[in-house]
């Protein structure tokens, strides 16, 4: 972990958090239905089960918020597991440890013009660490002003119309436009949903059955010409087979 | 002070699939050559090795083999009045890095040209009058004929190993009813290895095409229909549709690539070197500026390096190839106020429409993740001059295909038009027409423009301290013209397929150039060859008007963008070039022709 300004990295940061585990669980365990029911009924004193994720990079309420989130843009519903048993939030968390979540993949260098028509692509200074950091907290300030309290304790409807709002770019948010928070978050979500486990998420592969994508096969000789449904489940590069 | 290394006899700035070839050519002909590539050392093993290639986050979503441009990207805007800023995101388009360039990575689409877009202002202006041409449009010939390019294009197409079907070979039509393009130039030679298995989605396209009167073809594909060894030795394997092919090394040696093709011959070749993490800062020019002396590069520890060379090769992609030359001072900068200079001129894209049909989930099963790059089925009654423009009042033409590649998951937009963006609504649809959905590209030939074009950046500059390169691009109205105009005939081979939804997609009038979403990287112009000192920078063999023992091979050629894919074009006119290099420039080094 090499996070400037991580607040997760402060001991008095710990023990806040240590103190507060009470209130919002800092590990979420896998399975419960949607994430505001999952932080409803997590019971204070429940140990986390032992093969649980710890996250490295969000803290205790940013963790709390992306369960929240990640299960309502791809719901655990009647086709089957969502984002939040698929292991998105795990996913997203170490992407955060990647370059690609300090930002450096990108043109990073001044002067910034986020001004710009938006074809022009993203212009903004801040890495996905701090668009994440930042469209978090100014969410959950946002929530808080509105409804007294956290997004992650919403109840689904209101979490539903939150989001809404933030992807139609409805919400004035002060450090990151709250559209361009959406957007990496949706992203982010889908590519957890549907990449290769090796990345921590779409854990037994539920996104790939959901559609029938057969993963790390890559040899389709046999199937080319034919109208017809494939027949083999996925696999993964590592080699486990759904 | 910069280490002067030993001189050699060409220098090549780039290691793509010009370098590759002018690396090959010019050591056949004796000549020491060094090839200095920015990148990486990559090959099959172990950039493409099964499994972990077999991963869409990495290279697809986060383009591990795609240019860092984190260090060096370029700048945009969309007209002279605006400021241009950074391209920070990959968007649009996706020059490589690294050995084999974006020749590595690359798709496989490997078509010729069609002889009338190498002339096509002659062609428009016989046809159509001069005055059909709007105001503003810079369009020239390339100054070199179909006839002239045919050998070369027989030939890279033999080492590349390309897969498909003839019309006609020396006049006589041996296509007809086996998946030949009627439109197609003649040829000298049938394709190396016979068209492979067409997908279930291209044999849809096929029918609808054929339904509504047009005339479905085969397309040319550099990945492989069976086992090949090509005229270097190089030997491939055929293609198994494993869909990693654009954004991925070809982990079963099935798609052509500089590093399958040509590097295993330039490895047994003692005068051959190749320098990785070579970055090119500038070519070097002697006093008069008349000839280049070599070029300065850093290499991988940040040194300053000299590398004194009789000739000089600018290999490196499209833009890059613009940018050193800016860089360098060679020729003249192209000014948009005046329309004089050319280094920066015509500077050209690709006019992109797609129309996706989304079929009943018991319908048709059209399994998009099995697929090969260069793979399909297309149709050219719309392509080039194929057809009567004069009503119409736009220029250039559009292949229509489906060319599918393989349909990953994360990059997938798979929902017919009114589903939710997410949620449950989203993931059933999701769920329900993956399999079942079909995507077809009207691939649109671009024109220039006096106001598209290329200089160097006032404000931004790379890693290494020089101005990034800055885009000033928009569509313009004959590109809104035709994108609709295609759009339309292409709807009819969708609306054929009796499909449950379409969705089309399609340039309007006000929108902008958006840098945002992929449409393809097949950038050029900005170094244009052609007949006139005063309006191409480099000549027919793509040697610099103003320094002759400078070579200028790449898109950065072509006076406007094609109806096809660019690649078989740039390697015909590599071995175009190599081979005037060998037979007259060694001989009596000077310009090859006269100003």
């Known amino acids: 972990m090499t996070a400037d300004n991580d607040p997760a990295e402060l001991p008095s940061r710990r023990a ?96 910034f013009h986020p001004e710009v028509p938006h074809e022009l692509g993203y212009q903004l200074k801040l890495s996905p660490r701090e668009i994440y950091r930042e469209g978090i907290r100014e969410c959950d300030a946002w929530c808080r002003k509105q409804f007294g309290k956290p997004f992650a304790t919403l109840d689904a409807t209101r979490q539903q119309h939150v989001l809404e709002q933030l992807d139609n770019n409805q919400a004035a948010f002060e450090a990151v436009p709250a559209a361009t928070f959406f957007a990496m978050l949706w992203t982010n979500t889908r590519e957890g949903f549907f990449s290769d486990p090796i990345h921590g998420g779409n854990k037994g592969m539920v996104g790939w059955k959901l559609i029938n994508f057969p993963g790390a096969r890559a040899d389709f000789m046999d199937w080319v010409e034919r109208d017809e449904r494939y027949p083999l489940p996925p696999v993964s590069i590592r080699g486990e087979r759904a | ?96 890095t690294g050995v084999g360039g974006a020749g590595l990575h690359w798709s496989g689409v490997h078509f010729r040209v069609d002889p009338i877009e190498l002339r096509l202002r002659s062609h428009y202006e016989e046809r159509y009058g001069k005055k059909f041409i709007p105001e503003g449009m810079t369009i020239q010939d390339f100054g070199v004929s179909y006839e002239e390019l045919e050998p070369y294009f027989d030939f ?111 490895r047994q070749e003692p005068k051959f070197e190749l320098r990785v993490q070579s970055h090119v800062l500038r070519v070097n020019l002697g ?90 089925v297309a149709v050219d009654d719309f392509n080039a001059d194929n057809f009567d423009h004069g009503p119409e009042g736009f220029v250039g033409g559009s292949p229509f295909w489906v060319n599918q590649a393989g349909t990953k998951p994360i990059s997938a937009a798979v929902t017919p ?17 993956y399999t079942h959905h079909i995507s077809m590209n009207a691939h649109g030939a671009h024109q220039s423009y006096r106001v598209n074009y290329l200089d160097l950046d006032p404000v931004y500059k790379d890693a290494y301290g020089q101005p990034l390169l800055r885009m000033t691009f928009d569509w ?22 009796n499909p449950k939804a379409i969705s089309a997609h399609a340039h309007e009038p006000g929108k902008h150039f958006d840098a945002t979403s992929y449409q393809t990287t097949h950038l050029n112009g900005g170094a244009i060859m052609g007949t006139d000192p005063a309006t191409s920078a480099v000549n027919r063999y793509m040697q610099s008007w103003d320094v002759p023992n400078v070579f200028v091979p790449g898109a950065s050629a072509f006076p406007q963008g094609l109806g096809y894919n660019p690649t078989g074009l740039i390697a015909a006119l590599t071995y175009f070039s190599a081979r005037a290099i060998r037979e007259q420039y060694l001989k009596h080094p000077g310009p090859l022709v006269q100003a």
């Open chain 2, 287 to 376: 006093t008069d500026r008349k000839l280049a002396t070599g070029v300065t590069y850093l290499d991988a520890q940040g040194r300053e390096v000299e590398q004194p060379a009789d000739i000089v090769i600018i290999g490196a992609f499209q833009f890059n190839n613009v940018r050193l030359l800016l860089l360098s001072g060679i020729g003249k900068p192209y000014d948009p106020a005046t329309g004089e200079g050319v280094i920066g001129r015509n500077f050209a894209y690709q006019n992109e429409s797609n129309i996706k049909v989304f079929f009943d989930k018991n319908g048709h099963t059209t399994n998009p993740f099995i697929g090969a790059g260069g793979n399909g």
């Open chain 2, 476 to 497: 313009q109205p004959n590109d809104i013209k035709l994108s609709q105009f295609m759009t339309g005939k292409m709807r009819r081979i969708a609306e054929a397929m």
């Open chain 2, 417 to 433: 038009p009114g589903t939710p963006k997410w949620g449950s609504a989203w993931k059933a649809a999701t769920a329900d027409y």
């Open chain 2, 156 to 266: 890279a197409e033999k080492v590349f190993g390309t897969s498909g079907t003839a019309w006609s070979v020396k006049g006589e039509i041996v296509g007809r009813g086996k998946g030949g393009n009627p439109f197609a130039a003649d040829r000298s030679n049938p394709f190396p290895l016979e068209a492979q298995k067409n997908t279930v989605s291209a044999q849809l396209f096929q029918k609808a095409a054929e339904a509504v009167g047009y005339h479905p073809y085969n397309l040319p594909s550099a990945n492989t229909s069976g086992p090949y060894t090509n005229p270097y030795g190089a030997q491939m394997g055929p293609c198994n549709f494993c869909g990693y092919c654009s954004g991925y090394a070809c982990y079963m040696y099935s798609k052509a690539s500089p590093n399958v093709n040509i590097l295993p011959a330039l």
């Open chain 1, 16 to 111: 806040f958090l240590r103190k507060s585990l009470g209130l919002i669980p800092a590990v979420t365990l896998a399975g419960g239905g949607i994430a505001g029911t999952v932080l409803a009924r997590a019971p204070s004193t429940a140990a986390p089960a032992p093969d649980a994720y710890r996250p490295s990079y969000f803290n205790a309420e940013e963790w709390a918020f992306l369960h929240a989130a990640v299960a309502l843009l791809i719901p655990n519903d009647e086709r089957g597991p969502g984002a939040v048993e698929a292991g998105v939030p795990e996913f997203i968390d170490r992407q955060m440890g990647t370059t690609y979540g300090s930002g450096g993949l990108w043109y990073m260098q001044g002067p």
């Open chain 2, 1 to 96: 002070m910069a280490t002067v290394m030993k001189k050699v006899d060409a220098v090549i700035v780039g290691f793509g699939w010009t370098g590759a070839i002018m690396a090959k050519e010019l050591t056949e002909a004796g000549l020491n050559v060094v090839a200095l590539e920015r990148g990486p050392m990559r090959d099959t093993y172990p950039d493409g090795a099964y499994p972990q290639t077999i991963d869409e986050l990495t290279y697809n979503s986060r383009k591990k083999l795609f240019m860092d441009i984190s260090k060096e990207t370029v700048t945009l805007r969309h007209s002279s009045s605006d400021i241009a800023v950074p391209y920070r995101q990959f968007g649009a388009f996706l020059p490589g």
